[in-house]
Structure formats: structure tokens, C-alpha cells
């Protein structure tokens, strides 16, 4: 992935190939240690020789957190202030642009508590001229459904939040049903639930794009593709693809092992699909990610 990453960086804008790791807040003394997962120090070197423009955002997991660390978060501002320092102590010291947050997905029934979160941490992140990256969840919006995260969290956070990395991919299982990995009217759907009207606002929006794809057996089994592995299906059972015009995806059907399988992977067509999307409303985009797709899919950025 990292050459690749480094040929085609003048492409890019943002790069996440680090993760930071929040494992630990100390109730008494509210006292946050951040740690680095992984860090790719050639790879950094690499990007940053190739463009001077691109920004290096790594994604801040906090790991083994109960509920009750994140209520002393809720409710002790200096506690939130704490936990930004310690973060924003390990981006200065790496140099690093920024920080992409995942914290909505699993708190996202105390949303009130979470945007005062984000708030007070992207505070103290933008006084070190530090970018903030939030990570945002898709929805299948039934009539009547609680709104994961609609428009008044998006107006409430626009102040403070620099990019919001919208998921608009795992469609199907995350339904447990066989089928495209992102629709593209599904993709449409979620993007108005947040800014239903054509504005300057969507440009903080970034329309996630699948670089990987799932097979899933008759059997019930389901299993991520990367590139490597759909090449090999390609040549080994000579399968045609099919295009779904509804989800504007390809299908490919085959079997192996006398079991028949589907699998949904991008291909060129697909990702000019949501390339034009992203163009029509007026959003940006990000890829998950770079390393599982096929090096032609950089032909279109």
C-alpha cells in the first residue's frame, strides 16, 4: 500500500494509515494516556517528500472504555479538556495535521452530551491548528425512525467540526441480507437526511467510497474482498460481470466447491458512479481504503 500511497499522493488530500490509542482515564485524576498504535515513519517521510499539501490525520480509537469513563467525559469539561491535550500532545509531537474521531457510532444515544464533547475537544485541537475529522454513521431511515445523526447534529457541529467522513458503504451486512455493498441511491438518501437543500455546507461532507468488497456463500458465510483475493476469483472460475443499475454496482456469480457464491466488488464503473455523486451534490470524498482496491482505481482520481 505504501507505494502506492506515495505515486499517487499529489491525488489526495488527506491520508489516515494511523491509528492513536485512548486506552486508559484514570476516574480520580481524569488523567487520559495516549498512545501510538502503529506508525509507518517511511511511509510519513514518503508522503510528505511527495506533496507538501497533504495532510496526515490519524484515527483516535479509544479502546476499552466503559460507559462510565465516557459519563466522567459527559459531565467534567476539564476531563474532555484532558483527553484533547493528551491527543493533541502525541499530533504535535509526530507532526501530524490532524485527527479523525470515532466516537458517534457507539455513543450515539447520548447525542446532546456528545456534541458538547466534540466541541470542547475540537476547541483545544483548532487552538494548535489542528484539523478535526468526525466520523459519521449511515442509516436506513424507516418512516418514524430515530435519526442516528440528521441535520441538527450536523448544524450543531458545523462550527466546530473541520470534515465529516460520512460511511456510505456496508449496505448489506450491516442488514444481514446478500446484496451491493453501498447502493447508490441509498448513498443519495443519507447525504439529504443531513443537508436536504443544495448549499456550501456539503463540501464539509466526505461521501465514503469502498475500496474492497464482500463475497457471500449460499451457505450463509460472508467474507471481506480485497483486491488480491476478487483478481483470483476472476482467473481462476472466469465469472461475468453483471451490472445492477439499481445499485449501479457489479455482481459476480460462481461457485466453488459445488457451492455458489456472490460477490460485490468496485470496478471502474462503480466508482465513477459515486465520483459523479459526490460531483453532483456537491460533497467530497474519502476511500476505505486505498490498500484493498486494484491500482487501476487510481485512473479516476
Same mark, same amino acid.
Given at each position: 500500500?505504501?507505494?502506492?500511497?506515495?505515486?499517487? &499522493?499529489?491525488?489526495? %488530500?488527506y491520508m489516515i494509515n494511523i491509528a492513536l490509542s485512548v486506552p486508559l482515564i484514570l476516574p480520580q485524576e481524569m488523567l487520559c494516556?495516549?498512545?501510538?498504535?502503529?506508525?509507518?515513519?517511511?511511509?510519513?517521510?514518503?508522503?510528505?517528500?511527495?506533496?507538501?499539501?497533504?495532510?496526515? !490525520?490519524?484515527?483516535?480509537?479509544?479502546?476499552?472504555?466503559?460507559?462510565?469513563?465516557?459519563?466522567?467525559?459527559? &459531565?467534567?469539561?476539564?476531563?474532555?479538556?484532558?483527553?484533547?491535550?493528551?491527543?493533541?500532545?502525541?499530533?504535535?509531537?509526530?507532526?501530524?495535521?490532524?485527527?479523525?474521531?470515532?466516537?458517534?457510532?457507539?455513543?450515539?444515544?447520548?447525542?446532546?452530551?456528545?456534541? *458538547?464533547?466534540?466541541?470542547?475537544?475540537?476547541?483545544?485541537?483548532?487552538?494548535?491548528?489542528?484539523?478535526?475529522?468526525?466520523?459519521?454513521?449511515?442509516?436506513?431511515?424507516?418512516?418514524?425512525?430515530?435519526?442516528?445523526?440528521?441535520?441538527?447534529?450536523?448544524e450543531a457541529l458545523l462550527p466546530h467540526v473541520d470534515l465529516f467522513s460520512y460511511n456510505t458503504y456496508d449496505f448489506s451486512v450491516?442488514?444481514?441480507? !446478500?446484496?451491493?455493498?453501498?447502493?447508490?441511491?441509498?448513498?443519495?438518501?443519507?447525504?439529504?437526511?443531513? !443537508?436536504?437543500?443544495?448549499?456550501?455546507?456539503?463540501?464539509?461532507?466526505?461521501?465514503?467510497?469502498?475500496?474492497?468488497? %464482500?463475497?457471500?456463500?449460499?451457505?450463509?458465510?460472508?467474507?471481506?474482498?480485497?483486491?488480491?483475493?476478487?483478481?483470483?476469483?476472476?482467473?481462476?472460475?472466469?465469472?461475468?460481470?453483471?451490472?445492477?443499475?439499481?445499485?449501479?454496482?457489479?455482481?459476480?456469480?460462481?461457485?466453488?466447491?459445488? *457451492?455458489?457464491?456472490?460477490?460485490? %466488488?468496485? &470496478?471502474?464503473?462503480?466508482?465513477?458512479?459515486?465520483?459523479?455523486?459526490?460531483?453532483?451534490?456537491?460533497?467530497?470524498?474519502?476511500?476505505?481504503?486505498?490498500?484493498?482496491?486494484?491500482?487501476?482505481?487510481?485512473?479516476?482520481?
Amino acid at each position: 500500500m505504501e507505494p502506492i500511497i506515495a505515486l499517487f &499522493t499529489l491525488a489526495l %488530500y488527506y491520508m489516515i494509515n494511523i491509528a492513536l490509542s485512548v486506552p486508559l482515564i484514570l476516574p480520580q485524576e481524569m488523567l487520559c494516556i495516549v498512545s501510538l498504535i502503529v506508525i509507518f515513519t517511511d511511509w510519513v517521510r514518503s508522503v510528505r517528500e511527495n506533496s507538501n499539501d497533504v495532510k496526515i !490525520v490519524p484515527r483516535v480509537m479509544f479502546e476499552g472504555w466503559s460507559m462510565n469513563d465516557y459519563n466522567m467525559l459527559f &459531565t467534567s469539561r476539564d476531563g474532555a479538556v484532558d483527553v484533547a491535550k493528551s491527543i493533541k500532545h502525541v499530533l504535535l509531537l509526530n507532526n501530524f495535521d490532524g485527527v479523525v474521531l470515532e466516537l458517534w457510532g457507539q455513543l450515539q444515544h447520548r447525542k446532546s452530551e456528545l456534541i *458538547q464533547l466534540i466541541t470542547t475537544m475540537a476547541e483545544v485541537l483548532h487552538d494548535a491548528n489542528l484539523l478535526v475529522i468526525l466520523v459519521i454513521p449511515t442509516q436506513v431511515i424507516p418512516a418514524g425512525g430515530d435519526i442516528k445523526f440528521g441535520t441538527a447534529e450536523f448544524e450543531a457541529l458545523l462550527p466546530h467540526v473541520d470534515l465529516f467522513s460520512y460511511n456510505t458503504y456496508d449496505f448489506s451486512v450491516t442488514q444481514n441480507s !446478500v446484496g451491493s455493498n453501498s447502493p447508490i441511491g441509498w448513498i443519495r438518501q443519507n447525504i439529504l437526511q443531513i !443537508v436536504p437543500e443544495h448549499s456550501e455546507k456539503r463540501k464539509k461532507i466526505l461521501l465514503g467510497i469502498n475500496f474492497y468488497g %464482500y463475497d457471500f456463500s449460499s451457505s450463509g458465510g460472508v467474507q471481506a474482498v480485497l483486491g488480491s483475493s476478487y483478481i483470483e476469483v476472476l482467473s481462476k472460475h472466469k465469472p461475468k460481470l453483471k451490472w445492477e443499475q439499481e445499485s449501479m454496482e457489479h455482481r459476480v456469480e460462481y461457485k466453488s466447491q459445488s *457451492q455458489p457464491h456472490v460477490m460485490y %466488488y468496485p &470496478t471502474l464503473k462503480s466508482i465513477q458512479a459515486r465520483l459523479q455523486l459526490a460531483e453532483e451534490l456537491g460533497t467530497g470524498m474519502c476511500i476505505w481504503e486505498i490498500g484493498q482496491g486494484l491500482d487501476y482505481f487510481f485512473d479516476l482520481l
